[in-house]
């Protein structure tokens, strides 16, 4: 019996008792926790913390970052090309940088988001080195976390590696900046490890192949480290590492009001410790609402490969799309995954950059047929969405749109896409805790209205039961 089988077989040991009465109690459940839809209306209830139009509640400030895709004109707000920045500086500026100077961009990104401001040569390579220093894990942390618990979710295991984390810490409560800040560098520096190692278990023990683990390197840094880690011969191109230099750049950060991101700003007000507040925010990604959506969007396109003849032709691909659209192709939702979004409306700046640096690896990899695939779905996709008549703002594609083409073609396999995503994304949620626990002081506690019905105790010898089912 391999690792799969005895996992399941004992899965089901665990689940099989009362699992029949699960049926009539999750319906009465369901009966019995519905609210009166028009009450949202009634109430002016923020649903999801948006107004009406869809604009998000101001909740809080921050200095971090901004997203803008708005300016106002005439009283009104009118859409423009979507704007990213990094502690007032342009992300565009930002990538410009480090891509013509030939250095690594996550590490200064990471220097300035939690410093505001930019390092010097020195500055930066001293931080690196920090970096580095740090990307180590306790003596037989991998063997007797990772290994012995591996899960097929690697956001999972993640968490769960964090959490443990906490035990290794000996000032694992102290919520001082310079203890938080050590705590953050520490989480930015390991996350590399926690992730691949976690795949490495997955692949291993559930998927029943070989398996290997690479230490890090310290000439290298996280985007480097990261392929190294991933393939058995740890080899890769600088093409490779500047791409995936530059995806962790554009994840590592994206305003105070995105779910992740603002789950740090909820759990961090209680006074909590920075593991349980990592953690929590790894799990607000793990969403497919969330920070999975490019794997929707890259299981999109190979259903749009298997079922379109010619990629070339795009009247084929507007009526596979159309079908889309009407919930006769792919998924059945309607949904065409990785255009749109919450915020940017005519550009999101990060699909903009990713579409200006990933024609150089379609090149090294020579799948320049599946990118002509992706340019004319982004061309005829916005097209369709942008001439419905109920089309309330203009939309374009998002950063989801080409990353997960990217992590495919860099070899990452789909149950890295997330994590990659969450290594990232700890320095933003990093950033957000720090600035939480300088600035505000006081837990947040939005308001929730009860719609319920007050009723009379009965005693348990006149009650009846919810169902005449034995």
């Known amino acids: 019996m391999d690792y799969r089988q005895f996992i399941e077989k004992n899965a089901r040991k665990q689940l099989k008792p009362k699992l029949a009465e699960m049926g009539d109690l999750a319906e009465m459940c369901e009966e019995n926790n519905k609210i009166d839809p028009s009450f949202y209306s009634k109430y002016d209830v923020k649903r999801g913390l948006r107004d009406a139009d869809g604009h998000g509640v101001l909740t809080g400030l921050t200095r971090i970052s901004a997203v803008n895709a708005y300016k106002e004109e005439g009283g009104e707000r009118v859409p423009i090309d979507g704007k990213l920045l990094y502690r007032g500086i342009n992300v565009y500026d930002l990538v410009d940088g480090f891509v013509g100077g030939k250095y690594h961009g996550f590490e200064e990104t990471a220097y300035l988001l939690l410093f505001d401001r930019l390092p010097s040569a020195d500055e930066l390579t001293d931080f690196t080195t920090l970096l580095s220093d740090n990307r180590v894990l306790p003596i037989n942390f991998v063997r007797d976390v990772i290994m012995k618990a591996p899960s097929s979710d ?120 920075t593991y349980s507040a990592i953690a929590a925010s790894l799990c607000s990604l793990k969403g497919p609402k969330h920070g999975g959506a490019n794997i929707k969007v890259k299981e999109m396109f190979e259903d749009m490969e298997a079922n379109i003849r010619d990629v070339r032709d795009e009247d084929e691909i507007c009526a596979y799309l159309k079908r889309i659209l009407n919930r006769e192709a792919f998924d059945g939702s309607g949904l065409i995954y990785g255009v749109g979004h919450a915020v940017y409306s005519i550009s999101d700046p990060r699909a903009v950059l990713l579409k200006r640096y990933v024609e150089k690896l379609c090149v090294e990899k020579h799948r320049e047929d599946e990118l002509t695939l992706y340019k004319n779905v982004d061309k005829i996709a916005t097209e369709l969405l942008n001439g419905r008549p109920n089309q309330t703002k203009p939309v374009s594609v998002n950063v989801d749109f080409y990353s997960g083409f990217i992590y495919d073609m860099l070899g990452i396999p789909k149950e890295m896409y997330t994590p990659l995503f969450a290594t990232s994304r700890v320095v933003g949620w990093s950033a957000h805790r720090i600035e939480e626990l300088i600035n505000t002081g006081k837990i947040i506690r939005p308001a929730y209205m009860n719609v319920g019905d007050v009723r009379k105790f009965v005693p348990i010898g006149e009650r009846k039961r919810a169902s005449n089912k034995d």
């Open 154 to 273: 690697i956001m999972n295991s993640v968490a769960r590696c964090i959490l443990t984390l906490y035990s290794y810490d000996a000032r694992a409560n102290d919520t001082s900046i310079e203890n938080v800040l050590r705590q953050c560098i520490y989480l930015i520096s390991v996350f590399p490890l926690l992730t691949a190692y976690a795949y490495r278990a997955y692949y291993h023990y559930i998927e029943g192949h070989g398996l290997f683990i690479h230490n890090p390197s310290s000439k290298l840094g996280t985007a480097g480290n990261i392929l190294r880690l991933m393939r058995s011969d740890k080899s890769f191109t600088e093409t490779e590492e500047m791409i995936l230099d530059l995806m962790l750049v554009l994840h590592a950060e994206h305003g105070g009001g995105n779910n992740s991101t603002f789950t740090t700003h909820v759990v961090t007000s209680t006074g909590t410790d």
